[in-house]
């Protein structure tokens, strides 16, 4: 068996970013510390944290009051903050960067009167955080379907956005299908998907071709992950999305001699080696690695998280 590993693949830098504050506070404040939310979409990632005295909720509510509350890379509404608020509790912000820049176009796009559409899953945690900065002036659309059902009240003043995880050629259908309803449209500064997001979906997509089957490491509430697997489905090519190796079913690789092996971002790469391993015990595998382009993007830690350092 022949195995192409994509690379790019694996953590990108919101997720990197977002699990260090969770480290970092952990290491100044020892459990139990909470965050609201998964701090991102990944089993293994969340349960190791859990087994660390880490407190994942979904409410505000269930943190004592004047504790710390990080908030996951998926941002969260003006409400959440508030609700932090009035419990007194400080506040550590992990949400990526590029989440917060569509947060800013919709804050923008409402002060001057738009009409919102969000290009989304409506129950992703990221969709819920978007449209809470302004929930009176969005509509989220989740197929060129729901486009042809819009009611806005100026065809004139209307603008989108999109979630940062979303599959490429799913929002260029949904966003062409807006254009043509509503010529006027404007769109964000540029592109709200996000580069990791672009970059593990155009690996797949490029090398999915030159193989028989594509095994994507990632969770399944990881909206990135999913799209991957949709991206291969897309090219023709069975694919399968597992959190890890033991979920791998033999029956896939019947008659099969080349694997394209992947990971969403924010799958951990110690998931992607112990899946390799596996393959070449199994078939005897060789690993071809693929880098379709070099990433080197990286954000810095929170203000608050500094705030919090200084404060200890």
Known sequence: MNIILANPRGFCAG???AIECVEQVLALKGPPIYVYHEIVHNRHVVEGFVRRGVRFVDDISEVPEGGVIIYSAHGISPAVRNSAK?????????????????HMEVLRFARDGYTIIFIGHRNHD????TVGEAPGSIIVVESPEDVA???????Q???YVTQTTLSISDAERIVGALKERFPEIRGPGKEDICYATTNRQNAVTDLSPEVDVVLVIGSKNSSNSQRLVDRAREAGKPAYLIDDKSEMNLDWFEGKKSVLVTAGASAPEHLVKELLEMLKQRFGATIDTRTLVEEDISFEMPKSLKRLVVLN
């Open 149 to 155: 059902k819009l009611q806005v009240p100026d065809t």
């Open 126 to 129: 990221e969709a819920i955080g």
């Open 86 to 102: 009035n419990r007194q509790l400080v506040e550590v912000d992990a949400t990526c960067p590029l989440v917060t820049n569509v």
């Open 157 to 159: 003043k209307v603008a």
């Open 15 to 17: 997720v990197n970013m």
